[in-house]
């Protein structure tokens, strides 16, 4: 376990100093600020890696098809948003349902870069853009769907998130673009109803998932 942190930091290291490079030389394109919202779908999967509770994965439990939504907004660089998904799969002799929710609060930054060709001269604007992200939050987690507005005993697990981001944005209009992220998170979770300082409570765990969306866009410059 040692050893994977270790590789784990080192590679976080290198690619927060890839995308502050990235971000410095996009200034003369940056945005101000960008409201935003989408709707998502795809997939998920995850696996408790360390800790007592390991073996209770929140995400391994919970795996299989995925659907949600994002609220958020970006000012500059620094991206902040609230993330809900609900997670489906085939239960055996329950069937096909709900295996659980999870929404997080986000804080990082991210940085957008040109994969087309667009001749600028001529007015043309880029369309298609990759998209590399940082960020850092807390969320929660639930087995069953929740009743609104949310009470702490329907919460089974939470916990602190670190995640990476890959993306590809086709923006089709200003205001809508359509694309696919690959949000890739390590999480140190805590199982609901314990002492969060007894060590029987914790785990670690690493998921990822593939969503294609629809986003909308409201830039300010």
């Known amino acids: 376990w040692e050893e994977i942190t270790k590789t784990m930091t ?3 290291t290198k690619l927060v100093v890839f995308v ?9 394109s940056a945005k101000v600020v960008d409201l935003y919202g989408q709707i998502q779908g795809g997939g998920m999967y995850g696996k408790g890696v360390a800790g007592a509770q390991m073996d209770a994965d929140f ?16 000012i500059l660089w620094i991206d902040g948003w609230i993330e809900h998904n609900q997670f489906v799969a085939d239960r055996g002799v329950r069937g096909f349902g709900l295996t659980g929710t999870w929404t997080q609060f986000m ?10 060709s667009p001749n600028k001269q001529m007015g043309e604007r880029a369309q298609v853009f990759g998209e590399l992200g940082l960020a850092v939050g807390y969320g929660v987690g639930t087995g069953q769907q929740p009743d609104l507005p949310l009470d702490i005993t329907e919460v ?13 944005d086709y923006r089709f209009s200003k205001l809508f673009s359509f ?4 949000p890739v998170s390590f999480t140190y979770m805590f199982k609901n109803g314990v002492n969060a300082n007894n060590d029987a409570n914790q785990y670690q765990s690493v998921h990822g998932s593939g969503l294609l ?8 410059k």
């Not at 804080?107 to 087309?116: A, M, Q, S």
């Not at 694309?179 to 690959?182: D, I, P, Y």
């Open 10 to 12: 080192k590679t976080m």
């Open 20 to 28: 502050g490079a990235l971000c410095l030389s996009s200034i003369a």
């Open 59 to 74: 995400f391994n439990q919970a795996a299989g098809g995925a659907y949600g939504a994002i609220l958020g907004a970006e």
């Open 107 to 116: 804080l990082g930054f991210d940085v957008d870069f040109e994969l087309d």
């Open 156 to 168: 089974s697990d939470k916990g602190f998130v670190g995640q990476l981001s890959f993306g590809v």
């Open 179 to 182: 694309g696919l992220n690959v």
């Open 213 to 220: 969306y629809l986003r909308m866009h409201l830039e300010l």
